[in-house]
């Protein structure tokens, strides 16, 4: 099945340590992106990339980090010193040219 | 900064009436315009897409774009309780959408 797969579904983690997000596609896409939902809120892009080594900041990068050796990975590092992880964590992808976003089924991040 | 508005809601609709969901967008740059529905605690699934202004219908959505006016609308003909989710409007290009806080419709039996 093609498709767009992020684990783990539910990640919880301690105030102070990294954790990282994982985000796989086997639909051959080109970009990939990384959002950020809050409750009762719209996305907020966190990361992009069109092309494998190459990624740019959106607009909520600081206490984030990514990287992309690979087409079909997009990895994200949420770092400590992002002040409020606590989130809905969704990675999307498409193909270059084209305009639409398909989203995989997210990863609820619960810092405590 | 790009700015997407959306009707916030709640909207509820009794089963089988049309249901209007409302969208204004900031960057007059837009060149494509999408509608995807998320169920409470799912992500988002891309239901419609619009390019030029005018109307375009895909079964029981129909959605609208005038881009003099920046606004852009989905309607939903005989709503039904599957329909209850929220909305959320994303207007952009081909590098990068804005996303806006959507609407929650309640359709009821």
């Known amino acids: 099945d093609g498709g767009i797969t992020q684990s783990p579904k539910y990640l919880f983690r301690k105030e102070g340590q990294n954790v990282t997000l994982s985000c796989e596609q086997n639909?051959?896409?080109?970009?990939m992106y990384w959002y950020r939902q809050d409750p009762g809120q719209g996305l907020r892009l966190i990361y992009y990339s069109q092309i494998v080594n190459d990624f740019q900041k959106g607009d909520i990068a600081e206490g984030y980090s990514v990287s992309r050796e690979k087409k079909e990975s997009f990895p994200l590092t949420v770092t400590s010193a992002q002040k409020n992880p606590t989130a809905f964590y969704l990675c999307?992808?498409?193909?270059?040219?084209?305009?639409?976003?398909?989203f995989g089924p997210g990863t609820r991040l619960t810092v405590t | 900064q790009k700015e997407v508005e959306q009707n916030s809601g709640p909207l509820s609709v009794p089963e089988g009436a049309i249901a209007s969901l409302n969208c204004t967008y900031s960057?007059?740059?837009?060149?494509?315009f999408f509608w995807y529905r998320q169920y409470s605690g799912k992500s988002p699934e891309l239901i419609m897409s619009?390019?030029?202004?005018g109307d375009k219908e895909d079964g029981r959505f129909t959605a609208q774009l005038n881009k003099a006016s920046q606004y852009v609308s989905l309607l939903i003909r005989d709503s039904q309780p599957s329909d209850s989710a929220t909305y959320l409007c994303?207007?952009?290009?081909?590098?990068?959408?804005?996303f806006g806080s959507g609407t929650q419709l309640t359709v009821l039996p």
């Open positions: 639909l051959n896409h080109d970009a």
């Open positions: 994303a207007p952009g290009s081909a590098r990068q959408l804005t």
């Open positions: 960057d007059r740059g837009s060149q494509s």
């Open positions: 999307a992808s498409k193909r270059a040219g084209d305009y639409e976003q398909y």
């Open positions: 619009i390019y030029s202004n």
